[in-house]
């Protein structure tokens, strides 16, 4: 087995050697790494950036989770694998559907690839949404944290999760909702040692806590001890994130929006434009549906072209392209954008109409992701890695290669 290579959306994937653990920490901005390591709250991780490989990688623009988790388990970008945001708007249904059902996946993850070649893989994310497309036609064990009590061997390859891992199902808006999915990999890898394992949290802790904040360095130095753990198990770690965080409002602490669905009603009359955020997902208490990046549906090419030139005057936006620019920029798959897309800038989000953002949620002045700002992100390995030319544009989606191919 061990000379065996496989062949994963035109990628080649070593088998590995010892077990291999790719870690998305959800809105991991590299600010946070540094500033708990610069507090010393995390003793592994300034060993693992010291000794082993501290790159830093460009995530997938739109710089959401889906899209993200989606690349790096499949090593490509959404232009392959299709998955380019939690919602689209489908013109031939004439509706705006969710794209969390694995029937929207083009492409086939490198984790199933490896379980069909008889690797023992398993995946644990927070979130259950990403659950059924992380585990897509892959064999073995695929479970979240929210959901882990609801985990059957039938589904998920796995039951009795809540007491394998020994803690109680935590709530969905929660730190320990991610602290569940890494004491469940500890867990894993010490009663069943998978060859494989992908685990994915969620950046509730990032949305409300900036780098260096006392939340955000206990953040990570939970994760830490559960790092070191996988580290004395043999693991090989690679650590990305499915992309960073900023503030996005002002000295005030009101987020700074354009709601842009009005601003395009105020300027052409009410349903001419359609405005989607494909942030939109069923849980949106901790950034109101409010991120960096939107498409737009026109009603015809001359409209499109004709709105372009003057959403590219509203100050706060960094770019706004034609669906072909924005298929070419980012590799997103043209038929599920609009006919524009807009990101702001680093501290200005896009809303739809200000009626329907509810932002009485936000505990704390708005920060979130989604555009060209958010796209640094750390790429780590506990190993040295060698053969990555300096010159190479590294991109979280590399985590795999990184892992099988070049930390061994
Ligand atoms: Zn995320």
């Known amino acids: 087995m061990t000379s065996q290579t496989l062949e994963v959306n035109a990628r080649n994937y070593r088998w590995m050697n010892r077990p291999v653990v790719v870690v998305c920490v959800d809105g991991c901005e590299p600010a946070y790494l540094d500033a708990a390591v610069a507090a010393g709250v995390t003793p592994y991780l300034e060993r693992m950036m010291r000794t082993g490989a501290n790159l830093l990688a460009d995530c997938v623009v739109p710089s959401f989770t889906n899209p993200n988790n989606l690349s790096i388990v499949t090593g490509a970008p959404p232009a392959v694998h299709g998955i380019c945001g939690n919602y689209f708007f489908d013109r031939e249904l004439g509706q705006e559907v969710m794209m969390n059902d694995p029937k929207y996946l083009r492409a ?23 659950r059924k497309l992380l585990g897509n036609k892959m064999k073995g064990i695929c479970f979240s944290s929210e959901k882990a009590e609801e985990a059957t061997i039938a589904e998920n390859g796995i039951d009795g999760v809540v007491a394998l891992v020994g803690m109680p199902v ?3 808006y929660s730190a320990e909702l ?23 949290t969620t950046d509730y802790v990032q949305h409300k806590a900036a780098p ?42 009101a987020p700074n929006v354009i709601y842009l669905q009005d601003v395009l009603d105020g300027w052409y009359g009410a349903e001419k434009a359609r405005v989607i955020l494909p942030i ?26 004709q709105w372009i030139a003057r959403i590219k005057e509203v100050p706060g ?29 680093q501290s200005t989000v896009i809303g739809t109409s200000a009626s329907r953002h509810d932002l009485s949620a936000l505990e704390v002045p708005l920060r979130s992701h989604g ?6 992100v ?22 795999l290669d990184l892992a099988l191919n070049h930390a061994q």
């Open 280 to 305: 939109t997902d069923p849980y949106v208490v901790h950034h109101g549906a409010l991120g960096s990046f939107a498409t737009v549906y026109a009603p015809d090419e001359a409209s499109a072209t």
């Open 212 to 253: 260096g904040s006392p939340a955000a360095n206990a953040f990570y130095a939970m994760m830490d001890g559960y790092l070191a753990q996988l580290d004395e198990l043999g693991a090989t770690i690679v650590l990305t994130a499915d992309h960073g965080m900023n503030d996005k409002h002002g000295v005030d602490g």
């Open 170 to 172: 935590p709530s969905v």
């Open 317 to 345: 936006m960094e770019f706004v392209l034609t669906r072909a620019e924005a298929a070419a920029r980012f590799e997103l798959p043209p038929d599920r954008i609009g006919d524009i897309v807009v990101v702001s800038e």
């Open 378 to 399: 750390p790429l780590i390995c506990n190993r040295p890695v060698k053969g990555i030319e300096s010159s190479r544009r590294l991109r979280n989606f590399d985590a």
């Open 371 to 376: 555009g060209v700002s958010e796209q640094r």
């Open 108 to 130: 086939g993850t490198v984790l199933a690839a490896f379980a069909d070649a008889g690797a023992k893989v398993a995946v644990v994310t927070a979130k259950d949404k990403l």
């Open 178 to 200: 991610s602290e569940f999915v890494f004491a469940a990999g500890v867990k894993l890898m010490q009663t069943q040692r998978p060859d494989l394992m992908y685990l994915s």
